[in-house]
């Protein structure tokens, strides 16, 4: 609510919000995707996800906020996000918060890149929201900071246990660029909630040749 939304929603201000159509490859328990499309006329969401209990989840949170009519969920993973049919005439923005970590450690580099060729292959135009965190356990300047010895020193420590591999920012951004991407736009939570640098948001595109 304080640091990656504002800073989806800042990364999702710089496109023309007139039929686009967001599209959330991994979107949990549904809040995150309906926060950013509830506040914003003609976006409509789909959301992916694969648990059960989280797609359940989601179709309560969609429900209960009213949304149902322009954000369509569906109980399957993020490789199979990238194969949507979006309606003609509509812009597409794939979003993956801290999304990528989990296809990266579950389905390896090789498919995540592939997913996201796939994507701006069947999808001309369309861009990426990304929001990850660098993954810089060693740097004692943010180590250090209080933000990271109270929430990133236990984050890190967390996902050594979980499904997910976090990486550091240089390898998303040379990943986003093996893909075919572009990256135009980059940003980071606002100082005042976090000042470590450390969540970055990437907004992407298909790179022009």
């Known amino acids: ?55 359940g989840l989601a179709q309560k949170q969609v429900a209960a906020r009213g949304l149902a009519a322009v954000i369509d969920l569906r109980n399957a993973g993020a490789l199979s996000a990238v194969e949507v049919d979006v309606p003609e005439g509509r812009e597409v923005c794939f979003m993956a918060a801290f999304v990528l970590q989990e296809v990266l450690e579950q389905e390896g580099e090789q498919a995540l890149r592939a997913m996201l060729e796939r994507s701006v292959a069947r999808n001309p135009g369309a861009h990426w929201l990304v929001i990850e965190v660098d993954h810089r356990p ?3 300047a943010v180590m250090r900071h209080g933000l990271g010895v109270a929430y990133y020193n236990p984050y890190y420590l967390l996902h050594v246990l979980t499904e997910q591999r976090l990486a550091p920012r240089a390898f998303w951004e040379r990943l986003f660029d093996s893909a075919g991407l572009e990256v135009l736009a980059v940003a980071h939570p606002d100082e005042q909630i976090d000042s470590t640098g450390l969540e970055v948001g990437y907004l992407l595109r298909a790179r022009v040749r």
């Open 138 to 140: 060693q740097d004692p």
């Open 1 to 55: 609510m304080f640091d990656a939304l504002p800073l989806a929603r800042r990364l999702l201000d710089a496109l023309d919000h007139r039929d686009l159509t967001v599209v959330d490859v991994g979107c949990g328990d549904g809040s995150f995707l309906a926060e950013l499309v509830g506040h914003r006329t003609g976006v409509t969401g789909v959301g992916f996800e694969p648990d059960p209990d989280g797609f």
